[in-house]
């Protein structure tokens, strides 16, 4: 409501994370007119496992009380206005964090798993009758991240189970499962997440759409150019060397992760995905620098934020990367 004024200066943060936002702290309080800060302290009677500040920073984690700043005086657009840089990985839905622990056969395993909303309220003992704890024997591969469930309303008996990994008293690694109740709250949560994330253009849908647009003409006027007979080429009067025929380029092999660079639009989401992945060429269009530079699933990721669809992940290189069978599945849809 304050935002709505347009002259009034608003910061949002959580106390866990005042020290990084000094700097907006300060034009705040130069600002000449009113300044409304809104801080979550992170004290709660109900995570009493749960220090203070960890409680607060969890909170900006999850998408629950995420951080921005708007100052009027810094311009007159949004893009000036507005910043949600103080949030971690604000260009996705939820952080995504490397979660390592001690496998069934004594080995070290890492899974990268999307910290929710559904993360956060967890640790908040008002919550635990939407929780359930699974029995190890019943561990399957129907147990999956929560963040991989939220992209898709259940209806009927579900085939995928929604489950978080959890510490209990002994540290020993639990999976609990979540009830459809906080998953709707969870994705209520993320869409929200997700208006700010335009305000702040990140995904913002003009964008998208102009550069679908762009796109869709592009590849009318080529269809249009190759569809039209090339102009006879003079025939010179002396005989000429006979013309060598060019080798046909080498199809790309399925199997391996490749970008059609000269369709690319440049529209910046694999390189926010992983930059070291991806990069741009000279001509400011993408390309894939080393496919090991990070996981299967930041290629299909990767491929299904592609606006033009020029990604093709191939085939994974890492054969114990973890939801493999389900990656598979969708990147099918880009070979």
């Not at 639990?174 to 993320?190: G, H, P, S």
């Amino acid at each position: 409501m304050a935002i709505g004024l347009n002259d009034v200066f608003v910061l949002q943060s959580s106390a866990s994370h005042l020290p990084r936002a000094a700097e907006a702290i300060g034009r705040a309080m130069q600002y000449r007119g009113p300044a409304l800060f809104s801080v979550f302290s992170g004290a709660n009677a109900h995570t009493p496992d749960l220090p203070p500040y960890l409680n607060a920073a969890a909170a900006m984690e999850s998408r629950a009380f995420p951080a921005f700043a708007y100052d009027p005086s810094a311009g007159s657009d949004w893009a000036s206005r507005f910043t949600l840089e103080p949030n971690p990985q604000p260009d996705r839905d939820w952080p995504v964090h490397g979660l390592a622990y001690e496998g069934a056969d004594h080995q070290r395993v890492i899974e990268d798993l999307g910290f929710t909303l559904l993360d956060y309220v967890a640790c908040d003992d008002r919550f635990a009758e939407h929780f359930a704890k699974v029995p190890r024997a019943s561990w399957s591969s129907t147990l999956v991240p929560v963040s991989e469930c939220l992209d898709a309303e259940t209806r009927g008996v579900p085939d995928k189970l929604p489950s978080l990994p959890m510490i209990d008293a002994e540290s020993r690694l639990q999976k609990v499962i979540v009830d459809e109740r906080l998953l709707r709250e969870a994705r209520r949560v993320r869409d929200l997440w997700r208006s700010l994330q335009e305000l702040g253009g990140i995904r913002n849908s003009h964008v998208a759409k102009a550069l679908n647009r762009a796109a869709a003409e592009a590849q009318a006027a080529a269809a249009k150019a190759k569809a039209e007979p090339a102009a006879a080429a003079p025939v010179a009067a002396t005989s000429a060397a006979p013309a060598v025929a060019a080798e046909p380029e080498k199809a790309p092999s399925p199997d391996e992760p490749y970008i059609e660079t000269a369709r690319c639009s440049s529209c910046n989401e694999c390189i926010q995905l992983n930059g070291k992945m991806f990069a741009y060429d000279g001509n400011q269009q993408a390309r894939i620098v080393d496919p090991m530079a990070g996981t299967y699933r930041q290629l299909v990721e990767a491929a299904e934020r592609c606006q033009v669809a020029v990604i093709h992940p191939g085939k994974p290189k890492n054969p114990s990367e973890p939801g493999l069978e389900e990656l598979l599945q969708r990147a099918e849809a880009f070979q």
